[in-house]
C-alpha cells in the first residue's frame, strides 16, 4: 500500500473522517474496507463496540511517514491532493491543455 494511502486511512480512523478522499481515488467501499481492516491487522488500529480506534503504533505510523516525506510546518497537518497530481513530464515536453479544461 502506498505511504500517502495509508496516512489517509490513518487520519481517517484518528479523526473519525469522511470517505470522500478514498472514493474520489476511486476506492469502492469494499477496497476501503479491506483497507481498514489491513490496519486492524497490523496493530494500527483496533474495533471496540463496532468502532474503530488509532493506537499508539498508529500514531506513531503517522508521524514516521510524515518524517520520511519531509513534510514541515502546515503541510505536516493538511493532506496534499492526489486526485489532482499528475506525472512529471519531460523539460522539452510541449503542454497544449483541451480546451474544455480551460476555464477562461
Do not use: C, H
Not at 494511502?5 to 487520519?11: D, M, N, P, S
Not at 470522500?20 to 469502492?28: I, Q
Not at 493506537?55 to 489532482?84: C, F, H, M, V, Y
Request: hydrophobic share 40%; net charge negative; charged share 30%.
Amino acid at each position: 500500500m502506498n505511504n500517502d494511502i495509508q496516512i489517509i486511512i490513518l487520519k481517517i480512523i484518528k479523526f473519525n473522517g469522511d470517505l470522500n478522499p478514498l472514493l474520489e481515488l476511486g476506492y469502492s467501499y469494499t477496497q476501503i474496507l479491506e483497507l481498514l481492516l489491513n490496519e486492524v491487522e497490523k496493530g494500527n488500529a483496533i474495533e471496540k463496540d463496532d468502532k474503530i480506534f488509532i493506537t499508539s503504533q498508529g500514531e506513531n505510523n503517522i508521524k514516521e511517514i510524515i518524517d520520511k516525506q519531509g513534510r514541515k510546518g502546515i503541510n505536516k497537518w493538511i493532506e496534499p491532493e492526489i486526485a489532482s497530481q499528475i506525472d512529471k513530464i519531460d523539460i522539452d515536453f510541449v503542454y497544449l491543455p483541451s480546451q474544455r479544461e480551460l476555464f477562461f
